[in-house]
């Protein structure tokens, strides 16, 4: 089983890997040829994903795929984010031919190890129910000790 995270890039080390002028590539995303994520500054992130689509490069695919998303306060779920982290979640596994068996989102700190989410998926990993989970950074796992998790899963 895989843990593998949607990496994200700021504007201009994403231009540098396209080999184009970071004024091109917000173009280019006005312009609908490539999707980006704003951060709550509204600064622009291109995930992996949409820099090697444009490079015509081939993303590893298939199997099953667990989708965990967290958010620490009511507020943020009450704004939508938690929605929003489950469909682009959702849209990466999709792109990747993925079937997503199990979304697994909750409320709560990222400290808290005894979150019931988490351990809904730590029981599955255990079980050999999926080959990948999705997760949008590793912080919505937790706090400390994601090299543990990473080594693990």
């Known amino acids: 089983m895989k843990l593998e995270l949607e990496e994200h890039y700021p504007l201009r080390k994403a231009a540098d890997i396209l080999g184009v002028h970071p004024i091109t590539l917000r173009r280019w995303e006005r312009e609908g040829k490539i999707r980006c994520v704003r951060t709550p500054s509204g ?46 979640l959702k849209e990466y596994c999709h792109a990747r031919r993925y079937d997503v068996v199990t979304v697994i989102a909750e409320q709560g700190s990222g400290l808290n190890e005894r979150r019931k989410g988490l351990s809904r998926l730590f029981r599955m990993a255990r079980e050999g129910k999926m080959d990948l989970v999705a997760v949008e950074f590793k912080d919505r796992l937790t706090r400390f000790g994601y090299s543990y998790i990473e080594r693990y899963l």
């Open 43 to 88: 600064q622009r992130r291109f995930s992996r994903s949409e820099i090697l689509r444009l490079l015509g490069k081939s993303i590893p695919s298939g199997g099953r795929a667990v989708v965990y998303a967290r958010v620490s306060s009511a507020k943020q779920a009450g704004a939508g984010n938690l929605e929003r982290q489950v469909q682009r």
